[in-house]
T-cell receptor, first 111, second 113 residues
Framework: GQQVMQIPQYQHVQEGEDFTTYCNSS?????IQWYKQRPGGHPVFLIQ?????EVKKQKRLTFQFGEAKKNSSLHITATQTTDVGTYFC???????????FGRGTSLIVHP | NAGVTQTPKFQVLKTGQSMTLQCAQD?????MYWYRQDPGMGLRLIYY???????DKGEVPNGYNVSRLNKREFSLRLESAAPSQTSVYFC????????????FGPGTRLTVL
């Protein structure tokens, strides 16, 4: 079964509100990746985090990797309708080269 | 570069029929993957190929077979389709290992009646 848990499954927000999705792993990760999938589309790579405690920003998106390398989060500030889609995390377990995807968080932005 | 291409885009099968999903990448990537995506289940790995000539099972391999025909192509075969295999299938490739970003194809939407 899934070893990378992602919550929430869905999130409705009003345009301009913030959004956060969380990923948790039962084991230490080598790295974690984040992907975005627009409705009807395919997953597209956003970013990769490798270091303990790492924080990376892409415009309104902030990605964090926990100190223990077991959890990660994606935060979007002031959502826009263009942010609509499903956000997936994918963790690489220590000693493996196979990504394990979380189930994704679907973001719905109401104008 | 076309990136990762998949054919067909859509397919409807009857239970028991067979078919092959095709995937090709032109980025000279070593590793290729097949996933299925079902509502609420995320992306589940069916099979992967770490390099030309090698294939390994993923999380949900039952009912599927794969062939890594060459470095560019990785096909997925359903020998006897079942309604439980109705899903969206994505092929992906990586330069090297899972420590690099995955590039996904546009997907094949398969319905088994």
């Amino acid at each position: 079964g899934q070893q990378v848990m992602q919550i929430p499954q869905y999130q409705h927000v009003q345009e301009g509100e913030d959004f956060t999705t969380y990923c948790n792993s039962s084991t230490t990760l080598s790295n974690i990746q984040w992907y975005k999938q627009r409705p009807g589309g395919h997953p597209v790579f956003l970013i990769q985090l490798v270091k303990s405690g790492e924080v990376k920003k892409q415009k309104r998106l902030t990605f964090q990797f926990g100190e223990a390398k077991k959890n990660s989060s994606l935060h979007i500030t002031a959502t826009q309708t263009t942010d609509v889609g499903t956000y997936f995390c994918a963790g690489i377990m220590g000693g493996s080269y196979i990504p394990t995807f979380g189930r994704g968080t679907s973001l719905i932005v109401h104008p | 570069n076309a990136g990762v291409t998949q054919t067909p885009k859509f397919q409807v099968l009857k239970t028991g029929q067979s078919m092959t999903l095709q995937c090709a990448q032109d980025m000279n990537h070593n590793s290729m993957y097949w996933y299925r995506q079902d509502p609420g289940m995320g992306l589940r790995l069916i099979y992967y190929s770490a390099s030309e000539g090698t294939t390994d099972k993923g999380e949900v391999p039952n009912g599927y077979n794969v062939s890594r025909l060459n470095k560019r192509e990785f096909s997925l075969r359903l020998e006897s389709a079942a309604p439980s295999q109705t899903s969206v299938y994505f092929c992906a490739s990586i330069l090297g290992t899972g420590l690099n970003e995955q590039f996904f194809g546009p997907g094949t939407r398969l319905t088994v009646l």
